[in-house]
């Protein structure tokens, strides 16, 4: 007895351990494994389709008594312009029966370009310069130019220079790609993870193993530490997926590493944090209202709507992050927290609108947690028939 | 000394069911109709005392819904009062002492799928206990009770008699000094009974106080030094096991006469009943308001022959049936 007495001021605060027990036993679990190996399944394999199916540069064959001529100077251009093409140098005696084989993709001949179905505009245009580049140099050949004044003509054609007004930077597509990514995988962890919290409200609800535990602590106590380790494992989980996806991806080549991705990535955790905070804290609250697994669906479908429409809303800030609507929409709780790290993935974030969206969600983390520690308060002990929110909050 | 001073608490008839935190319907009673309350609120205790003294055990009794469940969370802070207090050695109890109270909720309380180990641990460790010595008094606590073996499963894959040991070890755990146990017997067969009632017996020996809830009456006599009998949250006979009720106790005398007692006995005492067996009257005789046992007795030699008299012992049950249903 003055055990217990001692060692109850050298304990570490009791929501501390909640949360190693929440982070441990759910470690624990088989679904934790089965969903972390899920979704590094799912991203190795969508990282790697594209390589599995990536057939090289087009490979093009040349025919005629100008082949060498044209195939040199098609390579040229192929090169100022940073096409890649490959030129195929057997034979070709049928150029139909040599696109039709697949041998290669394109036959040039002296009557024209021989393809299988169509032919990609940048490679046509390439092909369709060099051609006419031939037939000019034998033109101005014949004409009695020399080589020289031949060479200095076509060379102050030159290329024709391009003025890019609103430039996309060259890392655009590879950030589009990673912020799809990171926004699926960030609405997989705050929905999995939240309903995590929910399942495990009610399983101490459904199991009565919640009066046992408020025998010792604080309601808020125990909602806190299962909030926070629930959350740490969410945190975990989304650094080791993130490490092993962003590690195979520049191994392959996919991505390429630069301090930009790098500041996507961290954005990404804390948002994951923030919106984890919003979305936990409610489901907790929601599930403190049931007793039974079986309720936990009615009141949860609001959060899952909202995570649904955050969802969705990323993903037309993937495609249009520079309309007004997403500007604004994104910067309101708890729409930013998948909204927000889209944008700043995908270049189209400002300075003033990533601060405003933070401050705005932090406003209603407190809101929501200190909504739901009352509702979770209210209503953790009262089991029976679902709480309406308006009973939960009644003194 | 852990002492529950004068509680009242109400529920909402919405939260009644629910606040009581029973699957059971009409829990807590409605309020009397005085017009005074709102007739969606229950009254589910309403000024109740009692008190557990370190060494001692007590009982307490009451019908479904009489207010049990409620008092026993109340005194362990689970739920707070409308008013009262609960006092730990004549303080009012804090978060440091409801660590050293036990607890054994009425509907069990563990985790199904957490393994009965880690379980214990747990739960020493949210009592106060350092992580070295949770484990070792899990261990020693699941080797009392005889579940060592099962310390690794999961506590779902046990049988319901093996999880009501491991939800005792759950309360015994840390040490406690007060035990709060409701319907610690439900459920128990005739091995986990005395196997409970020789933990209690050992834990009240080391000096803790018990107290428990429970509808096995003849158990509540047998096990406890003193027992209190609610209803409607209110106390209605509370005392010494030996001395509940006072004259209520006594109030029988079974006589051996050789002659009807009806004839001759004063009209003040009541033949209950009354036979002839092999030439002697066989009675039993209820006793008026303060008559106790020697001086109905008394009286009857006066009037007859009596040639025996014994006081008929009211059981507890008798005594519950009767100031319960008042």
Not at chain 1, 132 to 145: F, K, P, S, W, Y
Not at chain 1, 259 to 284: D, E, H, K, N
Not at chain 1, 383 to 395: F, N, T, V, Y
Not at chain 2, 38 to 52: K, Y
């Amino acid at each position: 007895m003055s055990a217990t007495r001692e060692t109850a001021q050298t304990q570490p605060g009791a929501w501390r351990l909640v949360a190693a027990r929440e982070f441990n036993e759910r470690r624990k679990e088989r679904s934790f494994y089965v969903s972390t190996l899920v979704t590094l399944g799912v991203l190795v394999v969508v990282l790697l389709l594209p390589k599995l199916f990536e057939s090289g540069p087009p490979s093009v064959a040349f025919t005629g008594p100008e082949a060498g001529a044209v195939s040199e100077t098609a390579l040229q251009i192929a090169e100022a312009s940073g096409f890649e093409l490959s030129i195929s140098v057997d034979p070709v005696t049928d150029p139909k029966q040599a696109v039709v084989d697949g041998n290669v993709d394109v036959v040039v001949t002296p009557d024209g370009l021989v393809v299988k179905e169509s032919i990609d505009p940048g490679l046509q245009a390439v092909l369709d310069a060099a051609v006419r580049q031939v037939r000019t140099v034998d033109a101005l050949t014949e004409a009695g130019l020399s080589q020289e004044q031949i060479q200095s003509a076509l060379a102050s054609g030159g290329a024709v220079p391009v003025l890019a007004v609103e430039p996309r930077d060259a890392e655009a597509s590879q950030r589009q790609g990673f912020a799809f990514a990171a926004t699926a995988i960030l609405y997989g962890q705050l929905l999995g993870y939240g309903f995590w919290v929910a399942s495990g409200v009610v399983e101490e609800k459904a199991s009565r193993v919640v009066e046992v535990l408020l025998a010792t602590i604080r309601p808020r106590q125990l909602l806190a530490g299962k909030v926070l380790g629930i959350g740490a494992l969410g945190l975990v989980q989304l650094i080791a997926i993130a490490v092993v996806g962003i590690g195979i991806a520049v191994a392959i080549g996919s991505l390429t590493w630069s301090g930009a991705l790098g500041a996507a990535i961290l954005t990404s955790f804390a948002w994951f944090l923030l919106g984890f905070a919003f979305y936990a804290a409610g489901y907790a609250a929601g599930a403190a209202r049931v007793s039974r697994q079986e309720d936990l669906q009615n009141v949860v479908t609001p959060l899952n709507l909202m995570a649904i429409g955050s969802f969705f809303g990323a993903i037309l800030a993937l495609n249009a992050g520079d309309s007004f609507w997403v500007q604004v929409v994104s910067v309101i709780p708890p729409f930013s927290a998948l909204m927000q790290p889209s944008l700043i993935a995908s270049g189209d974030a400002t300075a003033w609108s990533v601060v405003l969206a933070v401050v705005l969600m932090l406003a209603a983390i407190v809101g929501m947690v200190s909504l739901a520690a009352r509702v979770y308060e209210r209503s953790v002990l009262r089991i029976g028939a679902p709480l309406s929110l308006k009973e939960a909050l009644r003194d | 000394m852990l002492e529950l001073r004068d509680l009242r608490k109400t529920f909402r008839r919405a939260a009644a069911s629910a606040g009581a935190g029973s699957r059971k319907k009409g829990r807590g009673q409605a309020a009397p109709d005085t017009g005074a309350h709102e007739p969606e609120v229950m009254v589910a205790l309403d000024g109740l005392s009692l008190s557990v003294a370190p060494g001692r055990i007590v009982g307490f009794v009451g019908a479904n819904g009489a207010g049990k469940t409620t008092a026993m969370r109340i005194a362990l802070g689970v739920l707070a009062p409308d008013s009262g207090e609960v006092l730990v050695d004549g303080r009012p109890a804090t978060s440091d002492d409801r660590r050293g109270f036990g607890y054994m909720p009425e509907e069990r309380g563990l985790y199904p799928k957490m393994r009965v180990g880690d379980q214990i641990a747990y739960l020493a460790r949210l009592h106060g206990y350092s992580a070295a010595e949770a484990e070792a008094s899990t261990g020693r606590w699941l080797e009392r009770l005889g579940v060592s073996a099962r310390r690794d499963d999961r506590v779902e894959s046990l049988s319901l008699g093996n999880q009501q040991r491991v939800q005792l070890a759950a309360a015994l755990v840390h040490h406690p000094r007060f035990l709060v146990l409701d319907e610690p017997f439900s459920g128990l067969d005739p091995i986990g009974v005395d196997v409970m009632s020789d933990v209690l017996r050992s834990a009240v020996a080391e000096g803790a106080g018990v107290v428990f809830s429970s509808h096995q009456l003849e158990l509540v006599e047998r096990l406890c030094d003193e027992v209190v009998i609610i209803r409607a949250g209110q106390v209605v006979a509370a005392g010494a096991v030996g001395e509940l009720g006072g004259s209520r106790r006594r109030r029988r005398l079974s006589m051996l006469t050789s002659e009807d007692p009806r004839i001759w006995l004063p009209s003040a005492y009541a033949v209950v009943d009354a036979s002839i067996d092999d030439g002697r009257w066989r009675s039993v005789v209820e006793l008026p308001d303060g008559v106790d046992a020697a001086a109905a007795t008394r009286a009857a030699a006066q009037h007859g022959d009596l040639l025996e008299a014994t006081p008929i012992e009211t059981s507890l049950t008798d005594i519950f049936r009767e100031v319960v249903a008042r």
